[in-house]
């Protein structure tokens, strides 16, 4: 039986970082029995292989910082599709990080730097299932950034650019959902079931991880059947 190659290509929040209360908290990563691309590998099982590529700090096509120019997810794309093609289908939630620059993202580019790595993905037809043929791509618009509980990293919040970075954050779905119309990929909001946790205001509690999973794994049923998504 053939394998359903699925890549999970994100930020921290598909790695699996658990909102920290302070500075100095331990740096954890939720369990494979709690983190979203574990959990619909589970969901799926046998007949899907189903890839971690999430790293904190990943932007779209951004470099924050010349000392990390691998956080920049164009940097690496090439690289980990590669690693792991022939790929029936890329999963893309990448753009929280976008609204970390040190310059506040103008709200005209809130989608370039997703349009980018979808065009790149589709540029390149060697990397999907069969000769001429590009992977499936699933867009997720990420989940929105939000003030910490007062007990929490309150600092957190003013380095995504305040009130504008969480105005931006809860624009993905609807700036999303037309890059994914306009070159025909598959379209999940995230932000309707996840919530970041008090800890930072950023970061996906576990409750989050397992919904997640859950409509993720209809949307991978819907693809593999030859539906088109928008949800």
Known sequence: MSVYEIICYGDSNTWGTVSRYSLSDPHRRFGRDERWPCLLQAALGDG??????????????????????????????????????????????????DLHLPEPLPEKDLGKGITALVEFIQAHPEFGPEEQRAPEILLIAPPFVTRSTPNGRTEVYPSFHGEYGEW?????????????????????????????????GVHLNAESHRRLAAAVYDEVLRIRKGEKTYA
């Open 48 to 97: 899907y292989a189903v890839h971690e590529e999430g790293l904190g700090g990943r932007t779209t096509i951004y470099t924050a910082d010349p000392a990390v120019p691998y956080k920049n997810g164009m940097y690496m794309l090439e690289g980990c599709l590669k690693s792991q093609y022939p790929l029936d289908l890329v999963i893309l939630m990448l753009g929280t990080n």
């Open 168 to 200: 931006l954050s809860r624009r993905f779905p609807e700036v999303y959902r037309q890059v994914a119309e306009t070159h025909g990929c598959h379209f999940l909001d995230a932000q309707p079931l996840t919530v970041p946790d008090g800890g930072d």
